[in-house]
Structures are given as structure tokens and as C-alpha cells.
């Protein structure tokens, strides 16, 4: 082992290979539910370090666990309790490489904290859509290797989306350059595609290309108290037609969800709290004006009173008033962890079926498990739901997940497979959903995809054991 230690060090400086000292910001997962051990935490700060360390990693056989802002929630960037495992860490790749205006384009390593890159866009007065809450933290390379989401995804896409061009270095320590900016280019297999979305497990994301966008002349937010979950599909509908293109934003919050923000977070004013089921947040962006938008907005919601899909509806006066309505949104993982460990899901449904899924799902679940209570929130515009699974009032959140959780997610995601939807929507599979993979996905399809994987990474030492089972 010293051997490798030996190598790691000439490839990035002694200084960049940490193996003594407190390493549990790069051991353990955010969610503080595992931690595992490094052989060492390695920190390039090149494409060709990083090259130079997975050529050592390969020729001794020692397996890799590329890491980014180590927000993910899914147990995919952090190393396991053997001790053999090098954390490949690229947050000291933090360089904006360059920003094509007339292309608009940026060129970043991997290791660009999101918001980083959201400034960058922003100084030139440009837009770089990808937003979600870990943005503080998460990187590009994380980001693209987990294909996230978000919640602009119902406008712009996803991570995959944003992207043009990557740089990898492959599991053999090669550097494929493929930084292009071309929105066009059909010269054979897509590699680009491959690598997002893998985490980790097909090569290490060095750089990216990303597309950029105008930024438009106003965002407004509204909040809207909805009757139920087919109300909040119906207001969807309206909201696309009548917003089209301008409706960058469609996040639902159940009514429990939102108490525990206003059980832990007091100081934030929940709007309509008492009053409906749910809670709707819409974000119209607009390239014409403010005043526009704002006649858009105040008429769509209008028509919602009236159609019944909305009981209540505010626009934000102001950007503090739109912030604080998302920071009530933003917080809801925060509260729920406050009120204690719950059991997780990140699944979507086709939006047409989210009703019947919610309404059957909930029901089975209180008739399984009588009080348990659901965090039930997500980004119903992508058909996307953070469907958590707390312990009944009162409860011990830890018995409960020791005695509850396989039972739940068994019910949880059968039900997901039913109504035509998937286990992970946008955080992955990592470790945490790797044994369920098979059962959700054909023989066929998890064939290719080990396929994939052993064309790529034949040794089997890019992130092992993740996303595909051992
Ligand atoms: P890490 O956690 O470090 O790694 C994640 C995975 O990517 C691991 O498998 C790792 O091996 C791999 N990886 C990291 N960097 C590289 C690289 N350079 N090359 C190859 N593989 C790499 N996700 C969403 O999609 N939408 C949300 O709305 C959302 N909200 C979140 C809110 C909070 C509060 C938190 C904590 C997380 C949230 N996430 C969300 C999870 C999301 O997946 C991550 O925040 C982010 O995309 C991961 O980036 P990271 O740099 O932290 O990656």
C-alpha cells in the first residue's frame, strides 16, 4: 500500500494525498447515515493528475471513488469501510475555462461549485438554469454525473440537457477531450451521454462544456393553495398554457410537509398554511417585462379561482417576497430532518397518474402502518416527488426505519412500478438503490448496462458497486 501512497503523491504533491487527520467531510454522506474509510483522499488539481492518479489506481488494482461537493443522497460519492478505496476529490478543479457569448457557452472543470457557475453566467448577463438547494456545494462534475434535476427542469431540462461537451479521463487513465460546443453533431455514438448520468462509475468528468441562455427581463413567483393533487395537475395544465415557455417553476408541498417548516422554522411565514392540502409554487420568467409577467401571472391565477384548481393564490410583490416563499420550499428537507430520520424517495410517475399514485400509495400506507405520516413534496411539473415516509406523531424515528424501511420502500416503489414510474427521478441509484435496480428494471436493459460497464472499466474500478450491484 505504501507503493500506491507513493505513486498518488508524485501525481498530485504530497500535500493533495490526505490519510491522517479527521477525513469525515469526505468519508461520510450528507445525510450522516454512512461513513466509510479511504485508503487515502486524493485532490488533483489537473486533467492530467488526474489522469496520472487513476493510471496508478489501475495498475495496482485499487478502486476509485470520484467526489464532487459530496451532497449526493444516495451513497455514490463516498468510499466504503474495507479501507482500499482512494476518493478521487475535484473540488480543487475549480476554474471557469472560458464563456463563449456569441456561442453561449462555458467551459468549466469539473470540480465549479453550481452557484459558482450560476455568477459566472450572471456577470454576462446570462443564465445558467441548472438550480437546486445544494447549489452552495454541489459541483459541475457531480451534477453531470448524476444527471440532476432541480427546479427549472420542466423548462430547460436536466443536467444531461445543459450539457455540449465533456472532458473524461477513462478508467485506463486516458483523457478524452471532448469539449465541444456544438449543439449539432451526429458523428456516431454519443459518449457524452454515456458518461452522464453514470456516477462514477464509467470515467471521471474532469470539464464540461455548458449551454448558457438570455437572462430574461423578470422572474415572478406565486404561491397557490390547491384542494388536492388533481387540482395541482389542473393548475399545471393552465399554467402551460397560458405561461408556455415563461413557466420556468411547478413545485407541489403537501400540507404536512409544510407544518414541519412551521414547526422548526418559525421565523418563515408559510403562506395558506391551514387552509388546503397543498401548496403550489410557480415561477413565471418573462423576456418582455415585469409588468408583463405580472399581468400574465395575475390572470392565470385568476382563472385557476375560478376553475376551482386554486382556493387562494399570491404573486410576490418583490424579489425578498419571492425568495422567502422559496426559501419556505427549500427549507422542507432541512425541517424534515429536524423532526427526524424519515424513509426517502425521489421517484416520478407520469404526471396524468400522480393522483391516483398519491391516492392509493397514501392509503395503503396509513392502512400498513396506521399514523405514519408523508412528506410529500417535489417538482410535480416534472412529474417528479420527494415522497417521504415519516414515523407516526410521537414515534422513534430510528426504531421506525429499523423496523419499517424495507417494508416501505417494497410498498413505495411497487406501487412507482405500477403506475409506470421510476425508482430514482433525479438523485440516482448510488449504493443505497443498487440492490432494488433489478427488480425495477428488465434483464435486458441491466445486460446492456453491464456491458457498458465492463467495455469501459473492464478492471471494475471506477466507483464498484454502485448503481450496478456487486
Ligand atoms: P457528489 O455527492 O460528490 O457525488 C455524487 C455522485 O457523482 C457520486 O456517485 C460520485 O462518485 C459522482 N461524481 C462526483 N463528481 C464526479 C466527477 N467529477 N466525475 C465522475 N463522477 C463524479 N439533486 C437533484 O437532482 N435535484 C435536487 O433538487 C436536489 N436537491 C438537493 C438538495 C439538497 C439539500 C441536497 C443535499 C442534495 C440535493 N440533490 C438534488 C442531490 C444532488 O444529486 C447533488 O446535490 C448533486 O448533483 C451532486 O453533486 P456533488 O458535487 O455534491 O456530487
Not at 495498475?59 to 461537493?69: D, F, K, L, M, R
Not at 437572462?215 to 402551460?240: E, F, G, H
Amino acid at each position: 500500500m505504501t507503493d500506491i501512497l507513493d505513486q498518488l503523491r508524485r501525481a498530485t504533491g504530497a500535500a493533495h494525498v490526505l490519510t491522517d487527520g479527521d477525513l469525515s467531510a469526505w468519508e461520510q454522506d450528507w445525510r450522516k447515515r454512512v461513513r466509510g474509510k479511504a485508503l487515502a483522499v486524493v485532490r488533483p488539481g489537473s486533467t492530467a493528475e488526474v489522469a496520472a492518479v487513476v493510471r496508478a489506481c489501475a495498475a495496482a488494482g485499487v478502486p476509485i471513488v470520484p467526489q464532487g461537493g459530496n451532497t449526493g443522497l444516495v451513497v455514490g460519492g463516498v468510499p466504503d469501510a474495507s479501507g482500499t478505496q482512494v476518493v478521487l476529490s475535484l473540488r480543487r478543479m475549480a476554474a471557469i475555462r472560458g464563456i463563449d457569448r456569441e456561442n453561449l457557452t462555458m467551459t468549466v472543470d469539473a470540480g465549479c461549485v453550481l452557484q459558482a457557475v450560476q455568477e459566472a453566467a450572471a456577470r454576462e448577463q446570462l443564465l445558467f438554469p441548472l438550480s437546486l438547494a445544494a447549489e452552495g456545494s454541489c459541483t459541475i462534475g457531480g451534477n453531470l454525473a448524476t444527471n440532476a434535476g432541480g427546479t427549472q427542469v420542466l423548462r430547460y431540462g436536466n443536467a444531461r440537457e445543459l450539457c455540449l461537451g465533456l472532458e473524461v479521463v477513462t478508467a485506463q487513465g486516458e483523457v478524452w477531450d471532448g469539449l465541444t460546443g456544438l449543439r449539432k453533431d451526429n458523428t456516431g455514438y454519443d459518449l457524452r451521454q454515456l458518461f452522464i448520468g453514470s456516477e462514477g462509475t464509467l470515467g471521471v468528468i474532469t470539464a464540461a462544456t455548458l449551454k448558457l441562455y438570455p437572462m430574461p427581463a423578470a422572474t415572478l413567483t406565486a404561491w397557490a393553495a390547491v384542494p388536492d393533487m388533481a387540482a395541482a395537475v389542473r393548475l399545471l395544465q393552465l399554467a402551460q398554457a397560458r405561461l408556455g415557455s415563461g413557466l420556468t417553476g411547478f413545485e407541489v408541498m403537501g400540507q404536512f410537509a409544510l407544518s414541519l417548516v412551521g414547526r422548526h422554522m418559525p421565523q418563515l411565514r408559510v403562506p395558506f398554511l391551514h387552509d388546503s392540502p397543498y401548496g403550489v409554487l410557480l415561477e413565471n420568467s418573462d423576456h418582455e417585462s415585469e409588468a408583463h409577467a405580472r399581468g400574465q401571472f395575475e390572470a392565470l391565477l385568476e382563472a385557476a379561482l375560478e376553475a376551482g384548481c386554486a382556493t387562494d393564490a399570491v404573486v410576490a410583490e418583490n424579489l425578498a417576497q419571492a425568495h422567502q416563499l422559496w426559501h419556505v420550499r427549500e427549507s422542507i428537507p432541512l425541517a424534515q430532518a429536524q423532526e427526524g430520520l424519515n424513509v426517502k424517495h425521489d421517484i416520478s410517475v407520469p404526471i396524468s397518474r400522480i393522483p391516483a399514485f398519491c391516492a392509493e400509495t397514501d392509503a395503503l400506507l396509513d392502512r400498513e402502518i396506521p399514523g405514519v405520516r408523508l412528506v410529500n413534496f417535489g417538482h410535480l411539473g416534472d412529474g417528479n416527488l420527494h415522497y417521504n415516509v415519516q414515523a407516526p406523531e410521537g414515534g422513534d424515528p430510528s426504531a421506525f426505519l429499523r423496523e419499517h424501511e424495507e417494508r416501505v420502500n417494497t410498498m413505495v416503489y411497487d406501487q412507482v412500478h405500477k403506475f409506470g414510474g421510476s425508482i430514482s427521478a433525479e438523485h440516482g441509484i448510488g449504493e443505497l438503490k443498487a440492490a432494488k435496480l433489478p427488480h425495477y428494471k428488465s434483464e435486458v436493459a441491466l445486460s446492456l448496462m453491464r456491458s457498458v460497464k465492463h467495455a469501459l472499466d473492464p478492471q471494475g474500478i471506477l466507483n464498484p458497486g454502485r448503481v450496478l450491484d456487486r
